[in-house]
């Protein structure tokens, strides 16, 4: 197999998921933020009558949410100036003499005033004011419809704000699911757009994250994050006009202890950082570790490296150890940090409360409230940090899945495709010349023509450009320049399905997925029937095996299909291509992974299935190819001898070279 481009190492990824993940953890950034967020909300434009409601159900249910404290303050003040205005009516009637009856009409200043100043200054200074307004004719009560009132009020309020919390969270769900729905749609078309060539630059868990964690990334933080989003804003807003509805001097208190927080989280962000890369460093080095020891266990073992591998892990394990401790110590400082700066608000806000209470200027109502204010207030400044984390990382993994959505894709079928009657299979390769990279090119001017019918290996050794031949001929690649007709049918005017229609596969390296067995056979021929299949794989040396399997044809393969052989899978795709029918086939090394005995009976099967067919046939072992009708051999990306196997023996060139060194190599 020839060398491709080598694949890119996966970026790194954020730290945090959905809410910010551990405080201080850096998120990964969006090279172009600004360019990448518009083109996602073009994603969104498509439902933005919807997006419209929900902000607006957002911000009524955070307005309710504010409004409460404030008025459950209203309650608190109803039942304490009643109290107030008992005592103070007890506190003034106990002066009065017994059995005197007070003419209607009486106030609390009535009385008063005609007190001596001695007797006044004794009537406490917050009880004053209520007994100049009291009406003296009867005892004041408790306003139990008013507190009723409130009550109903506060629980209409909490009603309607979790009402419009759950529509918007419907709404938002729906937007959601309906643009990851389309991101993985648009994904997974454009994976079937792309050349070959784009695979061959990356690892498949780059691709896939594209459709699994960077789709993930993006539902969550629309699906909660935007709400979240315009929650906060309001809150803040909300939060800062009540608090100045109450008091100017306690909301001034309020705000001059953010600075403290502020500086905290600065101080603590830059300390956890530091770690939390290195743990992640040190998390990719354990993890590349571990799978490597697991992969090649065997080889391991082999050469007692048992030792060597657990004594790397625990120098990797402890430094990891050491790296995450700290980084956990200091992102857990935040929080209790937090409770301490707010606290000192807290007491910041109770004395300088108690002192305006006392000097009449707001009421205890007003204080139980403020301080609720503040409990909230810290609440969407440490969503708004964290937010800002996670739209850094949305960012990023939007960027990622709108860079692989404007890929450059294949070429596309042109609209007046050729196609072809009654395949003879007569290939010419005119010329051809390609190169994974355009500069520099793998196949260089190759010329050959295949008859009807024959049968062609192709030799050489590796990186000669035996596999990216057939590459062209499949259409996977594009030829840089020159043509490859089939039946005098150039292959770039014919659909890439159709001309792939033509050709049977069978690859050194197996492919079955997870299905039965008899899906898998029938997986280039669904329509076939169950006699054509048995038969079919009767010829393949099949059917003996899978009688022995549990269930038979029924027998379900699992992911790596590694409960059969190597021998049996590839058993099985041989039986796949000789199912299909194809009028053309590609065999690279196909019995590489059966035993010589199977092989034998495997290559019977061959013959027949290659009889009047035009077939390619890579081959590394040469013994294989001797009765081919002609052998292609390449080298440096051009065919250098072509001719059958006793042919090029005579000429004693770079072919009898490879087979004597090979026979050589068998016989000492």
Excluded: C
Aim: charge should be neutral; charged fraction near 20%.
């Amino acid at each position: 197999m020839e060398k491709k481009p080598e694949s890119q190492s996966h970026r790194p990824r954020g730290f945090g998921g959905f809410g910010g993940g551990p405080v201080g953890a850096p998120a990964e950034k969006a090279r172009d933020f600004k360019g990448t967020i518009k083109k996602l909300a073009d994603h969104l434009k498509l439902y933005r009558w919807q997006m419209a409601v929900v902000l607006l159900f957002v911000i009524a249910s955070t307005a309710f949410a504010i409004a409460s404290p404030k008025i459950m303050g209203n309650a608190t003040n109803q039942i304490v100036d009643d109290y107030v205005r008992m005592k103070a009516y007890d506190t003034i009637t106990e002066k009065l003499p017994e059995g005197v009856k007070l003419p209607k009409g009486t106030t609390g200043a009535d009385i008063i005033n005609q007190m001596p100043e001695s007797e006044r200054s004794k009537i406490p200074s917050n009880q004053l004011d209520a007994i100049k307004s009291l009406d003296l004719t009867t005892r004041p009560s408790f306003h139990f419809d008013a507190i009723r009132d409130i009550v109903i009020l506060l629980l209409g309020l909490y009603l309607f704000s979790a009402l419009f919390s759950y529509i918007q969270g419907w709404i938002m769900t729906n937007i959601t699911q309906k643009v990851t729905y389309n991101l993985r749609r648009d994904i997974s078309s454009k994976i079937n757009r792309l050349p070959l060539s784009y695979f061959d630059k990356r690892t498949y868990g780059e691709v896939l994250s594209r459709v699994t964690n960077d789709v993930d990334t993006i539902s969550q933080t629309l699906n909660q994050s935007l709400s979240q989003i315009v929650t906060s804003v309001v809150m803040i807003i909300g939060i800062i006009v009540m608090m100045l509805s109450i008091s100017w001097v306690l909301t001034l208190i309020t705000i001059l202890i953010l600075p403290i927080s502020f500086v905290l989280i600065m101080m603590i962000t830059k300390k956890s950082q530091v770690q939390f890369v290195r743990q992640q460093e040190l998390l990719g080095n354990i993890n590349g570790h571990v799978e490597e020891m697991y992969a090649g266990h065997q080889v391991m073992r082999v050469f007692n490296g048992e030792k060597a591998s657990v004594a790397k892990f625990n120098t990797i394990n402890d430094k990891l150890y050491h790296s995450a401790w700290r980084a956990q110590f200091f992102s857990g400082l935040m929080f209790p940090l937090m409770n301490f700066v707010g606290n000192l608000g807290y007491v910041g806000v109770a004395v300088a409360g108690g002192w305006l209470a006392i000097n009449g200027h707001i009421k205890i109502g007003d204080i139980q409230a403020f301080i609720q204010y503040v409990q909230q207030f810290n609440q969407p400044i440490m969503q708004t940090a964290n937010i800002a984390n996670v739209l850094q990382s949305t960012a990023a993994a939007a960027e990622r899945v709108f860079e692989f959505l404007d890929e450059t894709e294949q070429i596309v079928d042109t609209s007046n495709p050729d196609s072809i009657g009654d395949v003879k299979g007569r290939v010419v390769f005119d010329n051809v010349v390609f190169g994974y990279d355009p500069k520099k090119p793998v196949i260089k001017g190759l010329s050959a023509t295949i008859e009807p019918g024959h049968r062609i290996a192709i030799v050489g050794p590796t990186g000669a450009g035996k596999t990216t031949l057939v590459n062209l001929l499949m259409r996977f690649y594009e030829v840089g320049s020159g043509d490859i007709t089939i039946d005098g049918v150039s292959i770039k005017n014919m659909k890439r399905e159709d001309v792939r229609k033509l050709f049977g596969m069978v690859l050194q390296d197996t492919w079955l997925f997870s299905g039965t067995i008899r899906d898998n056979i029938t997986y280039g021929a669904p329509n076939a029937t169950e006699d054509q299949m048995i038969e079919t794989a009767k010829e393949a040396h099949v059917d003996h095996f899978v009688h022995s399997l549990p269930g038979g044809y029924d027998m379900k393969l699992n992911e790596e299909a590694n409960n059969i052989s190597q021998g049996e899978k590839q058993l099985l795709t041989i039986a796949r291509a000789m199912l299909a029918k194809t009028p053309m086939l590609i065999l690279d090394e196909a019995t590489s992974s059966v035993d010589t005995r199977t092989e034998v009976l495997i290559q019977k099967a061959m013959d027949n299935l290659m009889k009047n067919k035009t077939s390619f046939v890579i081959a590394h072992r040469l013994s294989t190819i001797r009765d081919a009708d002609l052998i292609l051999v390449m080298k440096d990306g051009n065919v250098i001898e072509q001719g059958d196997h006793t042919s090029l023996m005579r000429q004693h060139g770079f072919y009898a070279g490879l087979y004597n060194s090979q026979f050589a190599g068998a016989t000492e």
